[in-house]
């Protein structure tokens, strides 16, 4: 269970931005081509890095290039399939021999299975694991055989607050993102055991107004849509640049939402279950709107569409909260947030059992 006494909230937006932090530093992104990725490098060409764009689409990749440069930071791309591990690492050596030493290795890059778990097929389950699981431990093996020798580097995952909690429709995702947090958390013991300057943090993302619903692989009736409250792709941008600058901490929490959803499973996790067996399964469906019938499972899914970084929701996402408050008290925000969320689930509880 999250320990509010080693996460941190993050703020959104970010309020301790200190522009120019990561100026003239290496910084590798997978999943760079749409999505949070999409954002993060926009928001790292702000802070001027130079950016390796990692992803496997061609129209995104090169559009988000040249975001980056107009930004303020320059940018290259490398086509890669984060799950495999050669062409993970013969990226990384690319970008030493163009860019130089990688300073920041940003492991964003996923994908997903819309659908009950007993309709996920096995090749299926597989390839999403491939890609957002083993994509993250095949880019932090890289990052650190080139970071050790060199004793110095940062490692940011793009977590979610469903690394933490499961729901419904999204076992291979959800199952993919625990592990991340696992592996993460191995990882980081072993370079404190044999202490190294080399940091590794985790961002817990909540849920994002992204194309990932778009083009993400799905068995339902009705187009898949994030879990309100829904979130602009920035919020995890500005968590993730924060924790690039700031990697002591072994993980963040990117919005309130995040905070009360791993607070309300740390509390009443039985509660939480209930919940979600009774909302989970409407509230990631869109009306009678039915699936677009694309998907990125197996190949890009913009080799020719640049979906950029924001979703179709943009008239219910927000991009700005009570980030002043957030940042300057994370401990009771944390609290607040979590016995707020606590009173909701029981309230929802004592309806049930009218």
């Known amino acids: 269970m999250p320990d509010s006494s080693e996460a941190e909230v993050v703020p959104f937006p970010t309020t301790e931005r200190r522009p120019g932090r990561l ?28 950016v390796a764009l990692i992803a496997r689409g061609t129209a995104g990749l090169s559009t988000a290039a040249v975001e980056v440069g107009a930004s303020g930071g320059s940018g290259l791309v490398y086509e890669a399939d984060v799950a495999d591990f050669e062409q993970v690492r013969i990226a990384a050596m690319r ?27 096995p090749e299926e389950f597989e390839r999403t694991t491939a890609v957002t699981y083993l994509g993250y431990v095949w880019g932090t093996r890289v990052a650190l055989d080139l970071m050790r020798p060199r004793g110095r580097g940062t490692i940011v995952q793009a977590g979610s607050a469903l690394a933490y909690r499961g729901i419904p429709l999204q076992s291979a995702y959800c199952g993919a993102k625990h592990a991340v947090k696992g592996f993460t958390e191995s990882v980081r013991t072993e370079l404190l055991s044999e202490h190294s300057p080399i940091n590794i943090t985790m961002v817990q993302l909540p849920a994002l107004n992204t194309p990932q619903f778009d083009r993400v692989s799905s068995k339902l009736r009705r187009h898949p849509q994030p879990v309100p409250p829904i979130n ?13 600058c700031h990697p002591e901490r072994k993980e963040y929490w990117a919005g309130a939402s995040t905070a009360a959803v791993l607070l309300a499973q740390r509390v009443a996790p039985a509660l939480v279950d209930r919940y979600l067996a009774r909302t989970g399964v409407q509230s990631q469906q869109a009306g009678d709107e039915e699936p677009y019938g694309v998907s990125n499972l197996w190949e890009a899914a913009d080799e020719e569409h640049d979906y950029g970084a924001h ?28 016995a707020g969320a606590l009173a909701l689930l029981l309230a929802a509880a004592r309806r049930r059992r009218r």
């Open 23 to 50: 100026e003239g530093k290496v910084v590798a992104v997978t999943g760079a081509s749409g999505g949070v990725g999409r954002a993060v490098v926009r928001r790292l060409g702000a802070e001027g890095a130079t």
């Open 95 to 121: 970008i030493e021999n163009d860019l130089g030493p990688i300073d920041v290795w940003m492991n964003v890059a996923f994908s997903s299975v819309f659908a009950p778990f007993t309709e996920i097929t």
């Open 232 to 244: 602009q792709p920035e919020v995890a941008a500005d968590a993730m640049v924060f924790a690039a």
């Open 311 to 338: 979703g179709g929701v943009d008239s219910r996402a927000v991009r700005r909260g009570p980030a002043v408050w957030l940042s300057q008290n994370r401990r009771p925000a944390a609290a607040a947030i979590g």
